[in-house]
């Protein structure tokens, strides 16, 4: 690990711990000596980084401190170009198109030196054979849940039926290519997960949703965790 990277790493650890950091915990997590932990805290010190504490009793980084904007590291690149590959899978065009401007907006602010590590990454998922783009606009969904809003779905369920329905939409996921909204059906008076390519048309109301949306999250929660417990105990 290269100097710059290290001191940035170390930054990154004070900021995450609530208590002290000895250097040994440092040089453990940074597969360094120690006494090359205490050259970096005194550079860092040198270089006006608001670090206090003493060798033996450990480091504190003060809260207040914030590095540069999207100072990222290796393997935090690493880990976002991962994360984009991932998104692209979702075969959500929206979503897929917001990786990818993140990536180019890292690019766009990256060190020259950095540039290598998302020009040629040291890691990527497996190959797999691309699936067509669903053609269901995820967007209204996902600002009905920031803005807490009801929607008004006409949804067809797997036996071809189709039902007018009221939802208070909780989260949007997605599993094996397939988006599902999860919301609360006042139809059915309880929590439901319709899958995004069955839904037929969809509004988003004035009318917001009954509860505070950390509330209904609460109550999808409890919910999905008695689901779970309930499938569990099944023969």
């Known amino acids: 690990m290269r100097k710059a990277e290290r001191l940035f790493q170390i930054i990154q650890i004070l900021r995450r711990s609530s208590r002290p950091v000895t250097s040994s915990q440092l040089a453990d997590e940074l597969e360094v000596a120690r006494r090359t932990v205490y050259r970096d805290i005194a550079h860092l010190i040198a270089q006006r980084v608001p670090i206090s504490g003493e060798a033996g009793l450990g480091y504190v980084l003060d809260q207040t401190y914030n590095m540069p904007p999207l100072m990222l590291t290796p393997e935090e690149i690493e880990a976002v170009l991962l994360g984009a590959q991932m998104v692209a899978r979702l075969r959500d065009p929206a979503i897929t198109n917001a990786a990818k401007d993140v990536i180019a907006k890292i690019s766009a602010t990256m060190p020259s030196s950095y540039l290598p590590f998302i020009a040629i990454p040291a890691v990527s998922l497996k190959p797999e054979d691309p699936l067509e783009p669903s053609a269901f606009d995820t967007r209204p969904i996902r600002r009905a849940i920031r803005d807490g809003q009801k929607l008004a779905i006409d949804y067809r369920a797997a036996d071809g039926a189709v039902t007018q329905r009221a939802v208070?939409?909780?989260?949007?996921?997605?599993?094996?290519?397939?988006?599902?909204?999860?919301?609360?059906?006042?139809?059915?008076?309880?929590?439901?997960?319709?899958?995004?390519?069955?839904?037929?048309?969809?509004?988003?109301?004035?009318?917001?949703?009954?509860?505070?949306?950390?509330?209904?999250?609460?109550?999808?929660?409890?919910?999905?965790?008695?689901?779970?417990?309930?499938?569990?105990?099944?023969?």
């Open 168 to 235: 208070w939409p909780v989260i949007l996921g997605y599993a094996e290519g397939h988006s599902l909204l999860i919301a609360w059906c006042e139809l059915r008076e309880a929590f439901r997960h319709f899958r995004c390519e069955r839904i037929l048309d969809l509004t988003v109301l004035e009318e917001p949703i009954g509860v505070p949306k950390s509330t209904l999250r609460q109550r999808w929660l409890q919910w999905r965790d008695g689901e779970f417990s309930r499938l569990q105990k099944t023969p």
